[in-house]
């Protein structure tokens, strides 16, 4: 909603980000002059290692769009790299110091309680130093099954064997401490923590890193992107802007950036990603321009070249690349009078992209963007509307939008029982209203002026009114003077 200040707009956001997982994410990596991009898809599941059984939702419109675009949901479920933020990682961390493996997932519970039945029998025949190799294990399964014949039976130890397998290997209790001892040891709880940690290990590595961090539209990764891989977001607005400059000091958000290139060049106006991309390529400005950044896509992703994948993660993250590229070079020729030198650096791009930089967009908001630098400053929105009605009883906030509608997109918010407020961020859509309900029956249409409009300051005035009025009556009751005889 319009209506949304910028912290009201970060809890909406964070009741559905704490509701939703991720599924993929892509990201792109370009090498200077010639910008040639390496693009990978990461597919991603909550990490199901020991006691932890994260829930999360599925919107069916989100399965549906994401089928319509070819996403495998198989591959999302049974390979998907796990992950985890901090205050999981720490919860983990002592349920391995307690020394008491469970097992949430039904399936994996059902791999274990074979692998136990097997080498139950097994080594109750074996001899010491023989060895059975248990197979078919997958992520979290290799280490949980080890984890559980270690604590349930003295006298065998295991190894991994590659990516499925385990080998089982009976053991005398004096070879078992040795063993046990031994930092080759792969079930020591820091190899254990950081194979659970999965994809979080690259985000630590994104974070160190300290580069710049390109999205489009990209307020609600980042709060993915904080909420998945480093802390539950926070309530505060605030500290949740501080903890997102901490790990990335730089975001350019390539949708604020082309907003404010299309007020400069008479592109057609389009809002996705994948629109604005082929408008920019499509544009003749920079088409032949020997200067204009080279995008080449490496071997490896050549099928990008060759077929248009929208919404796989990748492809999303080299448009995104590929716009901001774009962009800035456009932005660089309008701001300098001399000729472009062939293939500017790309600190020469991040200079004239300063102004954009950490402004991350916002969505039909009561700010454009979100300054994770510093204050959020005010929107230029036009100026609302107050719709005052009279012979209309019971008309909710509904009725008043699909009244307006035909006409122009509005918010609706009441502000009493006859009064509602209208905003828009088009100024023609305010002077239309006003002049087509200028003289209508029963909604008078008129800016609104908090001082007049105000229930606040309404009741203020009201009782400002009530005290003067009561003081002047004691003042003429009380002050009048007495007369002696």
Known sequence: ??????????????????????????????????????????????????AADVEFALSASSIQFLSHYGFDYNKFAKDGIPYMNEAQEKILSQYLLADSWKVSSAVDRSVLKKAIDEVTCWVAAAEEEDTMILQDLSGSQMFEVQLVLRQGLQNVWTQPIGDKKVMVKKVSPQHRQLLENSSYDCCRKEFILLSARGFTNLFQMLVKAKKPLVGHNMLMDLMHLHEKFYKPLPESYEEF?????????VLIDTK???????????????????????????????????????????????????????????????????????????????????????????????????????????????????????????????????????????????????EFKALCRFDVRRLSKDQFILLSNKFKCVRLVLRDYKHHPRLRVSVYRHWRHSPCVNCLLQVSGVVVLWSLLAFVLGGAPCCSF
């Open 241 to 249: 802007k501080r903890n997102i400059h901490n790990l990335f000091p």
């Open 256 to 402: 604020t950036v082309t907003k404010s290139i299309w007020k400069k060049y008479p592109f057609p106006r389009v809002s996705s990603l994948v629109e604005v991309y082929a408008v920019l390529c499509s544009s003749n400005l920079n088409a032949k321009d020997p200067a204009c950044p080279e995008i080449v896509l490496a071997s490896d992703c050549s099928r990008y070249a060759e077929k248009k994948s929208p919404h796989e993660a990748g492809y999303d993250a080299f448009l995104c690349g590929s716009v901001l590229l774009k962009s800035a070079y456009l932005l660089l020729c309008r701001s300098t009078e001399a000729a472009v030198e062939a293939g500017p650096a790309f600190s020469q791009y991040l200079a004239v992209l300063a102004e954009y930089l950490n402004q991350v967009n916002v969505i039909r908001g009561g700010v454009s963007s979100i300054n994770f630098s510093g204050e959020d400053a005010p929107c230029q929105h036009p100026p609302p509307l107050v719709v005052h009605v009279h012979g209309w009883p019971e008309l909710n906030e509904r009725q008043i939008y699909q």
């Open 1 to 50: 909603s319009l209506f949304d200040s910028p912290a009201e707009r970060y809890l909406k956001a964070r009741r559905s980000v704490q509701r939703f997982t991720v599924t993929q994410l892509g990201n792109n990596f370009s090498f200077l002059c010639r910008y040639v991009v390496h693009s990978y898809n990461f597919f991603l599941f909550p990490s199901t290692l020991g």
